[in-house]
Every structure is written in C-alpha cells, then in structure tokens.
C-alpha cells in the first residue's frame, strides 16, 4: 500500500519540478520521473522569458483568414505542415473559436492573474541568491517595424490599461542607446519594465531539481509506461519499476497526453513545434530581451550565447524537424541586427504543449481523486512554471490558494 502523503509527479521540467518542490514543502513525500534529465525537455530550449504583463493569448480575432498563408510558407513565424492539417483539425477549430473576442477577454484576465506574482514565486521557490545567479529583472523591449498598432496590438493596449501593466514608448534615439546594433528600419518600440528573463532555462531548472534532491526528495529517471489506478492511490509503471502511490501530478509537457489517454482523459493538447537558434561569440551583447512583435522572434542573452527563439510550427510529433528553419531564423536576426556577426550557430527544435485557449491545464481532474495535471503552458512555462507548481501544492493541500484555481480546470473544455 502507498503511503498517504506520497505524490509522484511525472515530468521534470519547470512546471514539474516546481511542484514537486512546493509539494515537498508542504509535507509530502514527493518523487519526480522522468526519462530524461531534469530541464532537457521543452524546458531547455525556450527563450527563457519571464513576462508577467504577457496577458494576451496567441489566437486572437481574425486568425482564421490566416490559415491558408500557414500552410503555404513553412519557414514563417506561424506554419502548419500539409501532412499534419488532418490530425490538427479539431485543434485549430478550437483554437479559432478562442479567438473570439469574448473568450480573448477570459483568456487575458486568467493569464495575467498566473503571470502577474512570476517572480515572487520564483524568489520563494530558489530563495535569494539563486534568484539573483539566475534571473534578471531588466525588463524587455518590444519593436516594430510598423509605425501603425496591429489589430493584436490595440487588444493588448486594452489589456495594458485594464491590468496596469507598465510600459513606457521608447523614443527611437533611446532604443539605439540602449540596442546600437538596432536596425535603422524599427520605427517604433515599447520597454517593459517589469519584465525580465533567466540566464540559463536549463541550469533554472537544474537548480530547482537539487533543491529538490537535497531537500530529501527523489528523482527516478525511468519513462512512466502507464498510470494505473487502483482502489486507493495509484500504480506507476515504467520502465524500469512498478510502485505505489497516493497522489500523482501528471506534468509530462506533449506527453501528458498520451499517459492520460489510456485512463479516458482527454486532453485538448497540440505539440507546437518552437525553433531556437543560438549563435556562438555574438559581435553584440544585449542588456535586454529584444522581441520583435511583427516578426514573432525574440533574441535573449544566454550564458551560451544569443538565442533567437519564437518560432511556431503545427506538425505534430512525428515528422523531421526543419532545418530551413534555422536560415529563416538568422535571416530575421540579422534584419533585426544588421551587424551581427557571429562564429557558428545550433539549432534546437522542441514541443510546447499548447491548448487551444493558451491557458494551462492546473488542478484535480473531475472524478479521479488523486490525479492532477500540470501541462499546456504552450508559450509562456517559463513565466508560470513556479506560480503553477505553488498553486498544484496549494490545491492539493487544501491551503488557500494564491490563484483562483478554477480557469485552469480540464473541465472548461
């Protein structure tokens, strides 16, 4: 029989391993699988923003006209491949029926209200001095090339106003102060702040993985076969063990899926394809995030070098990577940065588990006392990878929670 305070979490990314520490806080005996090394996941190549004013969802009023164009260009910031559009049918019709306006509006207030408290949850979750190893408060700079706001850019001027998210416009002459290397075609941009990133996605969640074993917890680095359920608790079968337990946190990204599917638990997943590419000895060394808002790319300053991430691709988990993607990828840079120069650069390709609403999947599932799951943060794991594990232990335990829990139930589908 499992013990009553026992958890398995399954995943060992951020949004696993985050509850799996705040779990443990919370007097559970807490045990983390996962196939791979912690943070070697969707957790290791994303752009590590933290952006807590980031309060619009990515399918937005209009998205619909757009779709042939996806299916046309493969190299754009936004692509569907032809092979796949069968299988992700019933995903992208939910995902445009989201963009109504009206759902924009419940997407926004329940993103901003898990993204706003990002950092102070990352300052409980690491304490002081990691938090100050590994994350920057800088804030970020948006630019255009445009002199005119998109339709998207008047919703999130809404936004802005509604939440109080600060910003200030950027007078070019600053923005080159700050950015020399900026493109002489950016004709507006915004700072943010508030905003910031971390250093190394992988060594952030590394850390929070000793924090984690040191701490008395215990890492098993096996694949979950199948999840059983039992009686009372649950069975956790890999491939190498087959354990009891009371509680299970289901936080396997993608994955999450097809672990849940033999239970009859649905989830409304897509693996969005995301592309980075880091370049090695960048000429430049950029103080802050730069995204450029037309061109969906964001270029960041690692440990490693520039990483110019932001890209999206729906082709499913089974088809070859693109490797085009990567010149279309420097291609943008350097438009963006006209003297970059550079020694080589890699090219990394992940999955982000993306709902159709782009929010999250938190909570107990209806009907399975016992399992809860932690997935779907599609764009923005970084940002509320911490605030989501805080709110699972939260849930759990039955304290009160720091976040209305509810939006993010499975149950809204």
């Known amino acids: 029989m499992s013990s009553d305070n026992s958890v398995a979490v399954v995943g060992a990314g951020i949004a696993g391993l985050s509850a799996a520490v705040f779990l443990q806080r919370s007097g559970y005996n807490v045990s983390v699988y996962d196939g791979q090394p912690p943070g070697t996941g969707a957790s290791y190549g994303n752009g590590g923003l933290l952006s807590p004013g980031s309060c619009l969802p990515i399918a937005l009023p209009g998205m619909l006209r757009k779709v042939p164009g996806w299916i046309i260009d493969p190299n754009g910031p936004l692509s569907v491949h032809p092979r796949h559009v069968p299988a992700a049918i019933p995903w992208l019709l939910r995902w445009i029926k989201a963009g109504s306006r009206a759902q924009v509006d419940v ?16 300052k409980e979750l690491l304490g002081e001095q990691h938090f100050s190893d590994l994350i920057r408060q800088t804030g970020q700079i948006y630019v255009w090339e445009s002199e005119g706001e998109s339709a998207g850019d008047q919703i999130y001027a809404t936004m802005r106003r509604r939440y109080d998210i600060p910003f200030e416009h950027l007078p070019l002459g600053e923005l080159r102060e700050l950015v020399p290397e900026i493109s002489p075609a950016i004709k507006r941009a915004e700072f943010y702040p508030k905003n910031g990133h971390t250093v190394n996605p992988l060594r952030l969640v590394q850390t929070i993985g000793r924090l984690f074993v040191d701490a008395g917890g215990v890492f098993c680095q096996e694949r979950v076969m199948k999840i059983i359920r039992q009686p009372s608790g649950f069975r956790i079968v890999s491939n190498l063990s087959d354990r009891p337990v009371a509680r299970i946190v289901v936080a396997a990204g ?98 982000r588990p993306s709902t159709p609403d782009s929010l999250p999947i938190l909570g107990e599932v209806d009907g399975w006392p016992g399992l809860y799951i932690a997935t779907g943060h599609g764009h923005t794991g970084m940002t509320a990878g911490a605030v989501s594990g805080r709110l699972i232990a939260q849930v759990m335990s039955g304290s009160r929670a720091s976040v209305d829990p509810h939006p993010y139930r499975l149950s809204r589908f």
């Open 107 to 122: 997407a926004a207030e329940a993103l901003w209200s898990l993204h706003s408290g990002a950092f102070d949850a990352y």
């Open 254 to 351: 993608v994955w999450s899926k097809q672990l849940l599917a033999p239970l009859g638990i649905a989830l409304p997943l897509e693996p969005e394809r995301g592309y980075h590419v880091e370049v090695m000895r960048p000429s430049m060394n950029l103080r802050f995030p730069v995204l450029h808002k037309e061109r969906a790319m964001g270029a960041i300053q690692m440990e490693g070098g520039l990483r110019i991430a932001g890209t999206v691709e729906i082709a499913g988990l089974e088809l070859p990577l693109n490797e085009h993607r990567e010149d279309a990828m420097l291609k943008n840079a350097l438009a963006l940065f006209p003297s970059l120069k550079f020694d080589r650069s890699s090219l990394w390709m992940g999955f």
